[in-house]
Every structure is written in structure tokens, then in C-alpha cells.
């Protein structure tokens, strides 16, 4: 098969990150037992949405520069894969959450604020199909993907600090300090957080492709 | 037809999964008639397949979901290739 290597990268450490992720020691500790794992699929399901979100605001800012439809697809591709990635994220983490903490939803900081964050990022969708007018779309559009990414951050990264929450690494303390992740956690956890993201990248690289194909296929025809 | 190959693929990740969990649920029936035909010492017992069976039968999850994941990039893989020829014929 005639694949670009980081396209081999991807295949390579999702691999690695279900079977050694599976089979490595991890650290026992009381209530999360083996459920530690799922650091490897959760965690990474957020971190993939940030850069897969970066990438959407970033090409949003390129379309304001620059006007090209091809900076459009990007930028709503990617935020349709970023939200697939937090929706996938919540879910996990609800799941989780029901056999450690107790309940699905426990109106957890953080679990409130990424809801939050999400409806910010489903009403962009909403706002992209309430235009007719391609350019007006994209350009209305592109401004608030900006205020949307703006506004996920401080929601996702600095409001579930300042009060008491469950999530670790929160309620004062840095997000990952020696107590929460052994050298054993990191091994497999770097790589995993690389691993979905670039699986993520690859489902923008299709669908940009694909939506550009679309729109040159209407030009032609 | 391409197809064919696809689906033969998948196929045999599909026997390669199922195989593994079938022999390890009978498994057990041959290890208890072992232990009440005779009270044969553990290093005299016979010689089995246990890799896929230690450690509570995690292996076998770790076979399933290296299987799903397989076929979810298989068929990403695909796709990638589909658009790629699309592209190319676009271009003549």
C-alpha cells in the first residue's frame, strides 16, 4: 500500500497504543484500579480536539487574510472532526466517570464547562447553515470559529481550575505533575495523545479532499 | 474486482478474532477433566496453547480491539485511495 509515512506513523502508534496500552504494568491505585487505562483513550480524545480545533481557527484566520474557498473546507472540516473528537471525549468520559466518581454526570467543572464548549461549537455548525451566500458563510463563519476557540480555553483550561473539581490536576494544582503520571503512564500515553491526533488529521485531510473534489466537480459541471 | 481482496481481508481478521475467544471457551472443560481423571503433578500436565488465556484473557480484548481497529483503518485506507483516484481523474 502506498501510504505517506506519517500516515504509517498513525497505523504504527495506534497499535502500540492498544496493545501495550492493554498489556503494560500501570500503577494500582485505590477506586480507578485498571480503569487508569483508559488514560490512553479518553485524555488523548481531548488533546486531539484542541489541535484538530487549532487547526479549524487557524485556517479561519487564513481565510479572513486571504479569501480562498479551499481555507473554508478546512477550517469546517476540521471543526466537525474537532467536535466528533469532544463528543467521543464526553462520552468516555461519562462512562468513566459512572464506575469512578459514582454517577455519569456529576456537574463536575470541567464536565459542565466542555459541555459548554460544545454547544459553542455545535451553534457554529447551526451558523454555517443559515447562510446562502457562500462568502458571507464563510466569512460570518470564520469570525466566530475565532471567538468560539476563544472562548473553549479559558472553559476547558482555566475555569475548572480556580474551584474544586474531580478531574485531577485541577482545583489549584498543575495538570500533570509527578503524583499524576508515572514514567510507565507516559510511555504510552505521549504516544497515544499522538497517535488519535494524527488519526484525526487524516479524517480533515480526507474530508478537506473530498469537499474540495465536491466543489470542483459543481464548478465543472 | 479490488473488492474482492477487501472483503477476503476482512474476512480473515474476522476468523482470526472469533477463532481465538472459541478455543479459549473450551478451554476449561479440557483442564478440569485433566484435574479429576488423575492428580498428575502441574509439571506433568499436558502441554496447551495458553499464551492467549493468561492473565484473565486480557489477550483476547487486546485481539479484538486490535481487529476493530484494523478494519476502521482498512477502510480509512479506502477511502484514502478512492479520493486519491478521484483526484487524479479530475486532473486528466
Redesign the interface.
Same mark, same amino acid.
Given at each position: 500500500m502506498k501510504l505517506t509515512l506519517w500516515k504509517w506513523l498513525t497505523i504504527a502508534l495506534l497499535l502500540y497504543t492498544v496493545v501495550v496500552g492493554m498489556l503494560s504494568e500501570v500503577p494500582r491505585l485505590a477506586i480507578l484500579n485498571e480503569t487508569i487505562r483508559n488514560l490512553y483513550f479518553h485524555v488523548p480524545m481531548w488533546f486531539g480536539m484542541i489541535v484538530i480545533l487549532l487547526v479549524s481557527v487557524v485556517y479561519s484566520i487564513k481565510y479572513l487574510r486571504n479569501p480562498l474557498t479551499r481555507n473554508d473546507i478546512i477550517a469546517h472540516e476540521a471543526a466537525k472532526v474537532g467536535i466528533l473528537f469532544g463528543v467521543l471525549g464526553i462520552v468516555t468520559g461519562m462512562e468513566w466517570a459512572r464506575f469512578t466518581w459514582g454517577e455519569y454526570w456529576s456537574n463536575d467543572p470541567k464536565q459542565n464547562a466542555s459541555a459548554i464548549g460544545l454547544l459553542i461549537y455545535f451553534a457554529y455548525l447551526i451558523l454555517r447553515g443559515s447562510f446562502q451566500d457562500h462568502q458571507q458563510r464563510a466569512r460570518i463563519s470564520a469570525v466566530y470559529n475565532i471567538f468560539a476557540f476563544a472562548a473553549l480555553i479559558p472553559l476547558l483550561f482555566i475555569l475548572p481550575r480556580l474551584t474544586d473539581s474531580l478531574h485531577p490536576g485541577n482545583g489549584g494544582n498543575p495538570g500533570f505533575n509527578s503524583y499524576d503520571l508515572d514514567s510507565r503512564l507516559r510511555a504510552v500515553f505521549y504516544p497515544a495523545v499522538i497517535a488519535w491526533t494524527l488519526l484525526g488529521i487524516w479524517m480533515v485531510h480526507l474530508r478537506t479532499r473530498l469537499e474540495v473534489l465536491k466543489q470542483r466537480f459543481y464548478e465543472n459541471a | 474486482m479490488k473488492m474482492h481482496k477487501w472483503l477476503l481481508m476482512l474476512l480473515l481478521t474476522w476468523a482470526a478474532a472469533f477463532s481465538t475467544p472459541a478455543a479459549a471457551q473450551s478451554a476449561p472443560e479440557q483442564m478440569s477433566t485433566v484435574e479429576f481423571s488423575s492428580q498428575a503433578p502441574a509439571a506433568s500436565q499436558p502441554e496447551m496453547a495458553d499464551v492467549m488465556r493468561q492473565d484473565g484473557k *486480557?489477550?483476547i =480484548? =487486546?485481539v479484538v #480491539? =486490535?481487529s476493530v !481497529?484494523l478494519g476502521v !483503518?482498512f477502510y #480509512? *485506507?479506502n !477511502?484514502?485511495k478512492k *479520493?486519491g483516484r !478521484?483526484?487524479r481523474e #479530475?486532473r486528466q
Open positions: - | *486480557i489477550y =480484548v =487486546v #480491539l =486490535v !481497529l !483503518l #480509512l *485506507i !477511502l484514502d *479520493i !478521484l483526484e #479530475l
